[in-house]
Protein backbone atom coordinates (compact mmCIF):
# COMPACT_ATOMS: atom_id res chain seq x y z
CA UNK A 1 0.00 0.00 0.00
CA UNK A 2 2.55 2.25 0.81
CA UNK A 3 4.28 1.12 -2.21
CA UNK A 4 1.42 2.24 -4.38
CA UNK A 5 0.93 5.66 -2.66
CA UNK A 6 4.50 6.81 -3.10
CA UNK A 7 4.52 5.74 -6.95
CA UNK A 8 1.03 7.80 -7.56
CA UNK A 9 2.40 10.54 -6.14
CA UNK A 10 5.67 10.37 -8.18
CA UNK A 11 3.34 9.85 -11.01
CA UNK A 12 1.45 12.68 -10.29
CA UNK A 13 4.44 15.12 -10.23
CA UNK A 14 5.88 13.78 -13.31
CA UNK A 15 2.65 14.15 -14.99
CA UNK A 16 2.65 17.89 -13.74
CA UNK A 17 6.21 18.31 -14.65
CA UNK A 18 6.06 16.82 -18.51
CA UNK A 19 4.69 19.22 -21.28
CA UNK A 20 3.42 16.83 -23.63
CA UNK A 21 3.82 18.92 -27.01
CA UNK A 22 4.95 15.63 -28.92
CA UNK A 23 4.94 11.37 -28.70
CA UNK A 24 8.62 11.77 -28.22
CA UNK A 25 7.71 13.33 -24.72
CA UNK A 26 5.10 10.55 -24.49
CA UNK A 27 7.57 7.82 -25.18
CA UNK A 28 10.28 9.73 -22.51
CA UNK A 29 8.13 9.70 -19.79
CA UNK A 30 6.57 6.35 -20.83
CA UNK A 31 10.35 4.84 -20.26
CA UNK A 32 10.87 7.45 -17.06
CA UNK A 33 8.39 6.06 -15.03
CA UNK A 34 9.02 2.24 -16.01
CA UNK A 35 12.74 2.98 -15.23
CA UNK A 36 11.73 4.92 -12.15
CA UNK A 37 9.34 1.85 -10.41
CA UNK A 38 12.73 -0.17 -11.42
CA UNK A 39 14.44 1.80 -9.69
CA UNK A 40 12.47 2.30 -6.56
CA UNK A 41 12.79 -1.35 -6.05
CA UNK A 42 16.54 -1.75 -6.67
CA UNK A 43 16.56 1.49 -4.85
CA UNK A 44 15.05 -0.02 -1.53
CA UNK A 45 16.93 -3.05 -1.56
CA UNK A 46 20.47 -1.34 -2.74
CA UNK A 47 20.83 1.54 0.48
CA UNK A 48 19.36 1.47 3.94
CA UNK A 49 20.11 4.99 4.12
CA UNK A 50 17.58 5.39 0.83
CA UNK A 51 20.00 6.04 -1.61
CA UNK A 52 20.50 3.78 -5.11
CA UNK A 53 23.62 5.14 -7.17
CA UNK A 54 22.47 5.29 -10.52
CA UNK A 55 23.86 5.92 -14.61
CA UNK A 56 23.98 9.24 -15.40
CA UNK A 57 20.86 9.72 -17.79
CA UNK A 58 18.43 12.50 -19.68
CA UNK A 59 16.17 10.73 -17.44
CA UNK A 60 18.02 12.95 -14.58
CA UNK A 61 18.77 15.71 -15.88
CA UNK A 62 16.47 18.16 -14.84
CA UNK A 63 16.98 17.87 -11.80
CA UNK A 64 20.70 17.42 -12.38
CA UNK A 65 20.45 20.76 -13.91
CA UNK A 66 18.73 21.74 -10.94
CA UNK A 67 21.21 21.59 -8.39
CA UNK A 68 24.09 23.09 -10.73
CA UNK A 69 21.46 26.05 -10.49
CA UNK A 70 21.66 26.29 -6.84
CA UNK A 71 25.21 26.40 -6.59
CA UNK A 72 25.83 22.58 -6.50
CA UNK A 73 28.89 21.86 -8.62
CA UNK A 74 30.24 18.06 -8.93
CA UNK A 75 34.03 19.41 -9.52
CA UNK A 76 35.42 19.85 -6.46
CA UNK A 77 38.63 21.54 -7.64
CA UNK A 78 36.73 24.17 -10.55
CA UNK A 79 33.81 24.41 -8.49
CA UNK A 80 31.28 27.17 -9.92
CA UNK A 81 33.26 27.59 -12.96
CA UNK A 82 32.80 23.63 -13.96
CA UNK A 83 29.40 23.80 -13.11
CA UNK A 84 28.54 27.04 -15.64
CA UNK A 85 30.06 25.23 -18.49
CA UNK A 86 28.04 22.56 -17.64
CA UNK A 87 25.04 24.28 -17.25
CA UNK A 88 26.18 25.74 -20.64
CA UNK A 89 26.69 22.50 -22.27
CA UNK A 90 23.26 20.52 -20.70
CA UNK A 91 21.65 24.14 -22.19
CA UNK A 92 23.38 23.37 -25.90
CA UNK A 93 22.67 19.72 -25.91
CA UNK A 94 21.38 17.95 -23.49
CA UNK A 95 21.66 14.55 -25.51
CA UNK A 96 25.55 15.00 -25.87
CA UNK A 97 25.95 15.95 -22.25
CA UNK A 98 25.04 12.58 -21.13
CA UNK A 99 27.42 11.21 -23.76
CA UNK A 100 29.69 12.81 -22.08
CA UNK A 101 29.22 11.47 -18.84
CA UNK A 102 28.71 7.39 -20.28
CA UNK A 103 30.98 5.21 -19.02
CA UNK A 104 34.67 5.57 -20.42
CA UNK A 105 36.53 2.09 -19.92
CA UNK A 106 38.71 3.11 -22.67
CA UNK A 107 39.77 6.83 -21.80
CA UNK A 108 38.26 7.81 -25.53
CA UNK A 109 37.01 11.09 -23.62
CA UNK A 110 38.49 13.97 -24.57
CA UNK A 111 41.75 15.93 -22.17
CA UNK A 112 40.35 17.00 -19.27
CA UNK A 113 40.60 20.85 -17.71
CA UNK A 114 43.04 21.19 -14.90
CA UNK A 115 42.50 24.19 -12.28
CA UNK A 116 45.35 26.24 -13.90
CA UNK A 117 43.37 25.76 -17.44
CA UNK A 118 45.91 23.18 -19.21
CA UNK A 119 44.56 20.15 -20.02
CA UNK A 120 45.36 16.73 -18.32
CA UNK A 121 45.30 13.11 -19.78
CA UNK A 122 42.05 10.96 -19.18
CA UNK A 123 42.18 7.96 -17.64
CA UNK A 124 39.33 5.10 -17.62
CA UNK A 125 36.55 6.54 -15.24
CA UNK A 126 33.06 5.99 -14.59
CA UNK A 127 30.67 8.85 -13.01
CA UNK A 128 27.35 7.56 -11.03
CA UNK A 129 24.77 9.90 -9.96
CA UNK A 130 23.11 9.66 -6.20
CA UNK A 131 19.64 9.40 -5.86
CA UNK A 132 17.00 9.21 -3.49
CA UNK A 133 13.68 9.70 -5.60
CA UNK A 134 15.92 13.04 -6.55
CA UNK A 135 19.09 14.15 -7.76
CA UNK A 136 21.99 14.10 -4.41
CA UNK A 137 25.09 14.13 -5.69
CA UNK A 138 28.06 12.64 -8.26
CA UNK A 139 30.46 10.13 -7.17
CA UNK A 140 33.06 8.89 -9.96
CA UNK A 141 35.74 6.23 -10.11
CA UNK A 142 39.03 6.24 -12.52
CA UNK A 143 41.71 4.05 -12.69
CA UNK A 144 44.27 2.65 -14.63
CA UNK A 145 43.90 -0.82 -16.10
CA UNK A 146 46.23 -3.57 -14.20
CA UNK A 147 47.66 -0.86 -11.47
CA UNK A 148 46.81 0.59 -8.51
CA UNK A 149 48.90 3.53 -9.71
CA UNK A 150 47.58 7.02 -10.70
CA UNK A 151 49.24 9.85 -12.97
CA UNK A 152 50.03 12.33 -10.65
CA UNK A 153 47.85 14.72 -11.99
CA UNK A 154 45.30 12.43 -10.73
CA UNK A 155 44.17 12.92 -7.27
CA UNK A 156 42.82 9.79 -6.05
CA UNK A 157 40.89 6.94 -7.59
CA UNK A 158 37.17 8.21 -6.33
CA UNK A 159 35.74 11.65 -5.65
CA UNK A 160 32.51 12.83 -4.93
CA UNK A 161 30.23 15.66 -3.92
CA UNK A 162 27.06 15.75 -2.04
CA UNK A 163 24.55 18.91 -2.70
CA UNK A 164 24.59 20.84 0.17
CA UNK A 165 20.63 20.70 1.10
CA UNK A 166 21.04 16.65 1.48
CA UNK A 167 24.38 16.21 3.47
CA UNK A 168 24.69 14.79 6.72
CA UNK A 169 22.70 11.43 5.89
CA UNK A 170 24.77 9.25 5.27
CA UNK A 171 24.78 9.55 1.10
CA UNK A 172 28.36 10.05 0.61
CA UNK A 173 29.39 7.10 2.68
CA UNK A 174 27.08 4.74 1.17
CA UNK A 175 27.73 5.38 -2.41
CA UNK A 176 31.47 5.20 -1.59
CA UNK A 177 30.81 1.73 -0.19
CA UNK A 178 29.03 1.30 -3.94
CA UNK A 179 31.85 2.25 -5.27
CA UNK A 180 34.65 0.29 -3.99
CA UNK A 181 32.46 -2.59 -5.03
CA UNK A 182 33.39 -1.15 -8.50
CA UNK A 183 36.66 -0.84 -7.67
CA UNK A 184 36.85 -4.30 -6.67
CA UNK A 185 35.40 -5.70 -9.98
CA UNK A 186 38.44 -3.52 -11.49
CA UNK A 187 40.90 -5.47 -10.21
CA UNK A 188 42.03 -3.32 -7.92
CA UNK A 189 43.86 -4.19 -3.93
CA UNK A 190 43.34 -0.82 -2.58
CA UNK A 191 41.95 2.99 -3.75
CA UNK A 192 43.46 5.76 -3.01
CA UNK A 193 41.30 9.26 -2.10
CA UNK A 194 42.80 12.70 -1.23
CA UNK A 195 41.07 15.33 0.22
CA UNK A 196 41.97 18.33 1.85
CA UNK A 197 43.29 18.81 5.25
CA UNK A 198 40.18 21.44 6.22
CA UNK A 199 37.50 19.02 5.14
CA UNK A 200 36.68 16.62 8.32
CA UNK A 201 33.10 15.85 6.69
CA UNK A 202 34.89 13.71 3.62
CA UNK A 203 38.09 12.19 5.77
CA UNK A 204 34.64 10.80 8.28
CA UNK A 205 33.44 9.38 4.88
CA UNK A 206 36.41 7.69 4.31
CA UNK A 207 37.22 6.43 7.17
CA UNK A 208 33.70 5.09 7.88
CA UNK A 209 34.80 3.21 4.63
CA UNK A 210 38.08 1.53 6.32
CA UNK A 211 40.50 4.43 5.10
CA UNK A 212 43.64 4.80 6.91
CA UNK A 213 46.07 8.31 6.12
CA UNK A 214 48.96 7.64 4.22
CA UNK A 215 50.94 11.03 3.76
CA UNK A 216 50.44 14.53 3.76
CA UNK A 217 51.46 16.23 0.47
CA UNK A 218 51.93 18.94 -1.75
CA UNK A 219 49.54 18.99 -4.80
CA UNK A 220 51.09 18.89 -8.25
CA UNK A 221 51.40 22.57 -9.75
CA UNK A 222 48.11 22.11 -12.01
CA UNK A 223 46.11 22.91 -8.45
CA UNK A 224 47.75 25.82 -7.61
CA UNK A 225 50.88 26.80 -5.61
CA UNK A 226 52.03 24.77 -2.23
CA UNK A 227 48.51 23.52 -1.39
CA UNK A 228 48.64 20.57 0.63
CA UNK A 229 46.29 17.04 0.35
CA UNK A 230 45.89 14.10 2.39
CA UNK A 231 46.16 10.68 0.85
CA UNK A 232 44.16 7.87 2.49
CA UNK A 233 44.08 4.29 1.16
CA UNK A 234 41.16 2.10 1.01
CA UNK A 235 42.13 -1.98 1.18
CA UNK A 236 39.96 -4.28 -1.06
CA UNK A 237 40.82 -7.53 -0.12
CA UNK A 238 38.70 -10.40 -2.19
CA UNK A 239 36.09 -12.03 -0.62
CA UNK A 240 37.45 -15.03 1.93
CA UNK A 241 40.70 -13.36 2.07
CA UNK A 242 41.96 -12.53 6.17
CA UNK A 243 42.52 -9.03 6.55
CA UNK A 244 45.71 -7.81 8.12
C1 LIG B 1 32.16 15.62 1.95
C2 LIG B 1 30.71 15.37 1.56
C3 LIG B 1 30.69 14.60 0.26
C4 LIG B 1 30.03 14.55 2.66
O1 LIG B 1 28.73 14.19 2.20
P1 LIG B 1 27.61 13.69 3.21
O2 LIG B 1 26.60 12.93 2.44
O3 LIG B 1 27.15 14.82 4.03
O4 LIG B 1 28.46 12.70 4.11
P2 LIG B 1 27.90 11.63 5.14
O5 LIG B 1 26.57 12.10 5.65
O6 LIG B 1 27.95 10.28 4.50
O7 LIG B 1 28.99 11.63 6.29
C5 LIG B 1 29.57 12.81 6.69
C6 LIG B 1 30.34 12.58 7.98
O8 LIG B 1 31.04 13.77 8.24
C7 LIG B 1 30.53 14.38 9.42
N1 LIG B 1 30.55 15.80 9.16
C8 LIG B 1 29.76 16.52 8.36
N2 LIG B 1 30.11 17.81 8.38
C9 LIG B 1 31.17 17.90 9.24
C10 LIG B 1 32.00 18.96 9.69
N3 LIG B 1 31.84 20.20 9.23
N4 LIG B 1 32.97 18.66 10.58
C11 LIG B 1 33.17 17.41 11.02
N5 LIG B 1 32.43 16.35 10.60
C12 LIG B 1 31.44 16.61 9.73
C13 LIG B 1 29.18 13.77 9.63
O9 LIG B 1 28.80 13.81 10.98
C14 LIG B 1 29.42 12.34 9.18
O10 LIG B 1 30.17 11.65 10.16
P3 LIG B 1 29.74 10.20 10.70
O11 LIG B 1 29.90 9.27 9.51
O12 LIG B 1 30.73 9.90 11.78
O13 LIG B 1 28.34 10.34 11.15
C15 LIG B 1 29.92 16.68 1.40
O14 LIG B 1 30.12 17.47 2.54
C16 LIG B 1 30.33 17.47 0.16
O15 LIG B 1 29.81 17.22 -0.92
N6 LIG B 1 31.26 18.42 0.34
C17 LIG B 1 31.73 19.23 -0.79
C18 LIG B 1 32.52 18.40 -1.78
C19 LIG B 1 33.64 17.64 -1.11
O16 LIG B 1 34.29 18.14 -0.20
N7 LIG B 1 33.88 16.41 -1.60
C20 LIG B 1 34.95 15.57 -1.14
C21 LIG B 1 36.21 15.98 -1.78
S1 LIG B 1 37.56 15.00 -1.21
Given at each position: ??????L??????????????????R????????????????????????????I??????????????R?W?P????G???????????????A??????????????????????S??????????????????G????????????????????????????????????????????????????????????????S??????????????????????????????????????????
Open positions: MVICLRARRVSRRLRSVTFDNMKHAVLCFSLEAEWLLWQHGAMASASGITLVPAELYLADYAGALAGSDNVRAEAAREELADIERDPEFIRGKADDREAKGPPFKMPDGFSRRIPGIIRWLWDGAFCSIGFRWQPGTEALPAHVLGHIGYAVVPWKRGRGYARTALAFMLDEARAEGLAYVELTTDPDNPAQKVIMGNGGFLVERFQKPAQYGVGLQNLRYRIMLPRPGTPVP
